[in-house]
Structure formats: structure tokens, C-alpha cells
């Protein structure tokens, strides 16, 4: 039997609006409908930070709201007396070799995910990805007993491995989903020209994925560097404690250095704003990268 298909019907075109005869809602819109709930939302996001660099700068048992006059001596005080300058040292080295370790391995898995078909592929994607739903603190039974018969208690290479292997999955996902937005066509034209699989990986697709890198990276070292509880567990030498541990060490049952401890702070927020202020354009592509599916 033959079904006569109707023609289709023929599409409307509507007629192009001229410019400026139609004006957005937010033209429209006064302009303290706009300027007021971000001030809100400003005010009070920037109260907390001033309020912490209050009580860093101004004397110590000073009840002004402004910080005047300016002292720096809760800063030499947790830097020297309170050894956040070893703190300091522990985190970044912690944080660079989490960063590290994370996008290299993430880096291989990733390609794997991205250019090999390989049976339970789905299966694994969605392990990695259930994997997020556990959080650290279930981990630190196993980790502490592994880490215990490995010898690599009180050992900062501990808390970079926990670090890396807590990081990896979803890193692993991210860097898949931007090597596929590498096309495939341009590996292959590079094995035409005689590279090796590693050698076009090299040389054509892993300059692409700096921006991905980047961002993979960046919240590995942010993490590491404000993760607590793994160094609380498996570090119990003051001189090898990173800077989350050494914030805590400023509060006792008794009382608590409010000067000490929004310097300590502030000390430990400068580096993270500052790598994020230096890296805020590549952060931003390497996201619009990954949310595109090619």
C-alpha cells in the first residue's frame, strides 16, 4: 500500500526586525534594578575578606574598623614563631607534585578514553564517575593501613599519592572530553607524514590541549593545597604539616589568636588567588572547550 505523503507546508518567513526598533529587557530596565543586587551580592562577598584583613593589620586587642594604625606583626608572628614558613614550603611542594602527577596520568587515561574502543568502556566511565560520590574521609582506613606497611606514614609523599588518586577521576573525564574535540583527522595526517602515535600526540594534539591542561591542573594544586584532612592523618611530624594543619594549630579549647589566625589566612589565599589571576583566561577557554562537543 502507497500512503501519498502531503506536501510540506511552506515555511513562514517573518519579517527581520529593524535595528533599534525593538530594545532588550535590560536596555529597557533601570539602571539600580541592575546595579543593586550586584552591590548586594559584592557587599557581601567582600565583608568576610575585610573583615579577616582587619584583624591581621590592626594591633592586637584593637577594636577599630579601620586598620590603622597598620601593624605587620601577627605576619611575623605565625611566619616565625608559628613556623608557617614551613607550612608554606610543605604545601607548595604538596600541592606542584599533585598537580603534576594528576594531569600526567590523567593525560594518558584520558587519550585512552578519548581514541581506543575497548570492552566495559562504559562500565569504567561510569565507575570513574560514581567514584566521586565517595567522600575522602571513607578512604582514610584502607590508605592509612597501605600507607603503614609501605613505611610512607609522616611522609609527604603519602598525602601527595591520597591527593593524586582522589583527583584522577574526574581529571581523567575532563581530559577526555577535550582530546575529542581534537579531530582525528589531524593525528592521522600526522602518521602520513611518518610520526609515530606518540610523536603526533606531541607534536599536533597536545599543544590543543594547554587550555584543558590548565584547568585540570589548577583545581588539582587548589585542592591539594586546601585539602586538611589527609595531612592531618598521615603526617604527625610538625616540621612536615602543610598550611590547613597549621591554621588549625592556632585554636585551642582555651582561646584563639584572631590576629594570628586571619594572618595565617591570608597567607594561605594570596598564592591561590594569585595563580588564578594569572591563569583566569586559559581557565576560562579550557572550559568552553570541554563544554563543546565535537
Not at 71 to 80: C, M, N, P, S
Not at 81 to 95: D, I, K
Not at 141 to 162: E, K, T, Y
Not at 165 to 171: K, N
Request: charged share 15%.
Amino acid at each position: 500500500m502507497i500512503t501519498e505523503i502531503a506536501p510540506a507546508a511552506e515555511p513562514v518567513v517573518s519579517e527581520p526586525a529593524r535595528p533599534g526598533k525593538r530594545r532588550r529587557a535590560w536596555d529597557e530596565a533601570p539602571r539600580w534594578q541592575i546595579y543593586l543586587p550586584l552591590g548586594i551580592y559584592l557587599l557581601f562577598t567582600l565583608i568576610p575578606f575585610y573583615w579577616i584583613l582587619l584583624f591581621a593589620l590592626r594591633p592586637a586587642g584593637s577594636t577599630s574598623l579601620v586598620p590603622w594604625p597598620v601593624t605587620f606583626d601577627h605576619f611575623r608572628k605565625v611566619w616565625t614563631e608559628r613556623s608557617f614558613g614551613t607550612y608554606f614550603t610543605n604545601s607548595v611542594y604538596v600541592g606542584v607534585s599533585t598537580l603534576v602527577l594528576t594531569t600526567v596520568v590523567a593525560l594518558a587515561g584520558g587519550y585512552a578514553l578519548a581514541r581506543f574502543d575497548f570492552r566495559l568502556k562504559r562500565g569504567f566511565m561510569l565507575a570513574l564517575l560514581c567514584s566521586q560520590f565517595v567522600p575522602g574521609a571513607l578512604l582514610l582506613v584502607p590508605l592509612f593501613q597501605i600507607f603503614a606497611r609501605l613505611q610512607m606514614i609522616n611522609s609527604l609523599g603519602s598525602v601527595i599519592i591520597a591527593e593524586t588518586v582522589f583527583q584522577l577521576p574526574l581529571s581523567m573525564i575532563l581530559i577526555s572530553g577535550f582530546i575529542r574535540n581534537v579531530p582525528y583527522s589531524l593525528e592521522e595526517a600526522a602518521w602520513v607524514d611518518g610520526c609515530n602515535r606518540l610523536t603526533a600526540f606531541r607534536i599536533v594534539v597536545l599543544p590543543l590541549l594547554r587550555p584543558g591542561l590548565i584547568a585540570v591542573g589548577s583545581f588539582a594544586f587548589v585542592h591539594a593545597w586546601n585539602h586538611f584532612l589527609f595531612a592531618l592523618m598521615f603526617l604527625s611530624d610538625q616540621s612536615k604539616q602543610t598550611i590547613p594543619v597549621g591554621l588549625n594549630t592556632l585554636m585551642s579549647s582555651d582561646s584563639v589568636d584572631l590576629g594570628a589566625l586571619a594572618a595565617g589566612g591570608i597567607i594561605a589565599a594570596v598564592p591561590v588567588v594569585i595563580v588564578f589571576a594569572f591563569i583566569q583566561k586559559w581557565l576560562i577557554t579550557g572550559f568552553s572547550a570541554g563544554a563543546v562537543k565535537g
